[in-house]
Structures are given as structure tokens and as C-alpha cells.
T-cell receptor, first 114, second 114 residues
Framework: NAGVTQTPKFRVLKTGQSMTLLCAQD?????MYWYRQDPGMGLRLIHY???????AKGEVPDGYNVSRLKKQNFLLGLESAAPSQTSVYFC?????????????FGAGSRLTVL | KQEVTQIPAALSVPEGENLVLNCSFT??????LQWFRQDPGKGLTSLLL?????REQTSGRLNASLDKSSGRSTLYIAASQPGDSATYLC?????????????FGGGTRVLVKP
């Protein structure tokens, strides 16, 4: 089915380890986003991209890096994981935003940092 | 800085009762407000979007109202069903230029008991 696919769905890391979360969309969307969701805090924007080769910081970018080498993929990297990065990560994509804010979300990736 | 709050964090009602979910925001200068549904292990699905010039939007059993001056939105779900059990989040788009960089509330987890 068309949509946004996130891999892996679950991951456990030790403090200081690195990892990459992959987001792939097959809807030819220009815009892609990485959010994190913590209990009771809603979703917070980490980084986003407005097109292939572009990235920009969101509300909580520290400790994360991103890359958008291909239009369909948006990678979120943790170079040195910390317990504070334990969270559920959601990727989303959209066409250029219009009045309708149509966002398509992935199912999430649950990351635990010990 | 815009802050979005949803109280209560959790709600339990018997089947058939009407649901009333609250969302408040601190800055009344918004472009639009959106309500999402989140099921466990899944991404977010958009339910209703209200533009800043609108007072309410309806879709089936769902009705969302917006009072910008008081910084409030309410989502009404009529005649609740067990299938309505989910977490409901509201999100504010602060301006047209903000695009899909939304500010989310913490969500209200709803349980509809048969």
C-alpha cells in the first residue's frame, strides 16, 4: 500500500551507540518531517526537508542529524544516543503545504536508550 | 511561543455517551487547527481541520468548534462507540508560512466501554 514506511519499528540501544532511522514514502511528496512523541507531550518537530538535498531544523534538533539524498527517503541519525532520546519517532510527508495541511504519517519507530 | 494543551489526558465513557474533547492554545493568531486520531502502533490520521475564519467543521458523528479569541477548540463525538477508543490530538498551524510545522497538544486518550 502507498504511504510512509519507517524502519526499524523497534530498537534498543545502549548509551553512546549510533543508529539511523529510515523513512520512505512512495507518494512523490516534496516535504518530509521527523517528529518525536513523548508521553503527555504531543509530537515535537525534530527536522524537516522541503525537497531532495535540503534539510532544516525544527523545534528539538539537538542530538540528531538528517539527510535527504533521495526524494523518497528521509534519514534520521543519532550519533551518540542518550537516554533522553528514548521516544517514539514519527515520520510524515506531504506535498507543498496548502490550506488543507494534508500530512501522511508513518506507523512510528519506538527507540529505547539504556 | 505557542503552547497547546489538552485536558484531561485520559477519559473513559460508556458506549453511547457523547464525547467532548478540549484543546486550548496560548496564541490566538493561528492559521488553522486540526484534530487527529492516533491508534496504538499506528500513525496519526487527520479527522477535521478548521481554518481560522471558520467556527466549526462537521464530519459524520464528529463536530469540531473553534473559538480563536478564547484560544479554544472542542471536538464532539456523538453517540460514542468502542471503535472510537483511541488517542485524539489537536494541532495548531501558527501561520500560512509555517506550512506543516504544526504545534501539537499532548493528546487525550479515550476509552469507550461497551
Amino acid at each position: 500500500n502507498a504511504g510512509v514506511t519507517q524502519t526499524p519499528k523497534f530498537r534498543v540501544l545502549k548509551t553512546g551507540q549510533s543508529m539511523t532511522l529510515l523513512c520512505a514514502q512512495d507518494m512523490n511528496h516534496e516535504y518530509m518531517y521527523w517528529y518525536r512523541q513523548d508521553p503527555g507531550m504531543g509530537l515535537r518537530l525534530i527536522h524537516y526537508s522541503v525537497g531532495e538535498g535540503t534539510t532544516a531544523k525544527g523545534e528539538v534538533p539537538d542530538g540528531y542529524n538528517v539527510s535527504r539524498l533521495k526524494k523518497q527517503n528521509f534519514l534520521l541519525g543519532l550519533e551518540s544516543a542518550a537516554p533522553s532520546q528514548t521516544s517514539v519517532y514519527f515520520c510524515a510527508s506531504s506535498h507543498e503545504p496548502d490550506r488543507a495541511n494534508v500530512l501522511t504519517f508513518g506507523a512510528g519507530s519506538r527507540l529505547t536508550v539504556l | 511561543k505557542q503552547e497547546v494543551t489538552q485536558i484531561p489526558a485520559a477519559l473513559s465513557v460508556p458506549e453511547g455517551e457523547n464525547l467532548v474533547l478540549n484543546c486550548s492554545f496560548t496564541d490566538s493568531a493561528i492559521y488553522n487547527l486540526q484534530w487527529f486520531r492516533q491508534d496504538p502502533g499506528k500513525g496519526l490520521t487527520s479527522l477535521l481541520l478548521i481554518q481560522s475564519s471558520q467556527r466549526e467543521q462537521t464530519s459524520g458523528r464528529l463536530n469540531a468548534s473553534l473559538d480563536k479569541s478564547s484560544g479554544r477548540s472542542t471536538l464532539y463525538i456523538a453517540a460514542s462507540q468502542p471503535g472510537d477508543s483511541a488517542t485524539y490530538l489537536c494541532a495548531v498551524r501558527p501561520s500560512q508560512a509555517a506550512g506543516n510545522k504544526l504545534t501539537f497538544g499532548g493528546g487525550t486518550r479515550v476509552l469507550v466501554k461497551p
